[in-house]
């Protein structure tokens, strides 16, 4: 089955800084990498995702790169804010054959200092 | 307007006694996920229907078992809660044309 390693476990930026958090994948047939922002207590919301045809995906301060042949991924905040702070998590899955799950990884706490 | 609902938010039982946790959708979605979030961990698939087949993660306890009478609704079964079932469950839905799934806000279980 498929693993995802997330890093760092844990990033605390100056408020305006840019925060980078990276994950890797192991199974190659994995077509569709979201990352999720979740709050205390909060379902998990979907801030941005890309797909395996895709190498760069933006979306105003948030953009996440794909590098398929290293299967690694990564999520750039740029400009952050005390409201980007949160836990932070990648995941994949397979959407093409069937109807996979996510699989996630084990997320990463991201503290804005102001 | 909730496109995924699950009820309760907020569950309690005891050690043992058997709980049922709900999900509805509004979207007519194919696919609909459980997965289970222990505290200060990520979500973790417990099994997932598409359309009418139940697809059972390897590692899921037997203690869990699922149902979905229909397109809108699923449900979570814990046979005999244990303590290490506290956790929030998550519902999660998504179109067999589509990637993206959407979450419910979840049910928080405690076991007593």
């Known amino acids: 089955g498929e693993n995802v390693e997330q890093h760092p476990s844990t990033l605390s930026v100056q408020e305006g800084d840019s925060a980078v958090i990276k994950c890797t994948y192991s199974d190659s047939a994995s077509n569709y990498f979201p990352w999720y922002k979740q709050e205390l207590g909060k379902r998990p919301q979907l801030i941005i995702d890309?797909?395996?045809?895709?190498g760069e995906k933006k979306d105003q301060r948030i953009a996440v790169t794909l590098n398929k042949t290293a299967k690694h991924f990564s999520l750039h905040i740029t400009e952050t804010q005390p409201e980007d702070s949160a836990v932070y998590f990648c995941?994949?899955?397979?959407?093409?054959?069937?109807?996979?799950?996510?699989?996630f990884g084990k997320g990463t706490h991201l503290i804005i200092q102001p | 307007d909730a496109m995924v609902i699950q009820n309760p938010r907020y569950q309690v039982t005891q050690f043992g006694k058997p709980v049922t946790l709900s999900c509805s959708q509004t979207l007519n979605h194919n696919v609909m996920y459980w997965y289970q979030q222990k505290s200060s961990q990520a979500p973790k698939l417990l099994f997932h229907?598409?359309?009418?087949?139940?697809?059972n993660e390897a590692d899921t306890p037997d203690n869990f078992q699922s149902r979905r009478p229909n397109t809108s609704f699923c449900f979570l079964d814990i046979r005999s809660p244990g303590l290490g079932d506290a956790a929030m469950y998550l519902c999660?839905?998504?179109?067999?044309?589509?990637?993206?799934?959407?979450f419910g806000a979840g049910t928080r279980l405690s076991v007593l």
């Open positions: 999660a839905t998504r179109d067999r044309e589509g990637d993206i799934q959407y």
């Open positions: 229907y598409y359309d009418k087949d139940f697809n």
């Open positions: 890309i797909r395996s045809n895709v």
């Open positions: 995941a994949a899955s397979n959407t093409g054959g069937g109807a996979d799950g996510l699989t």
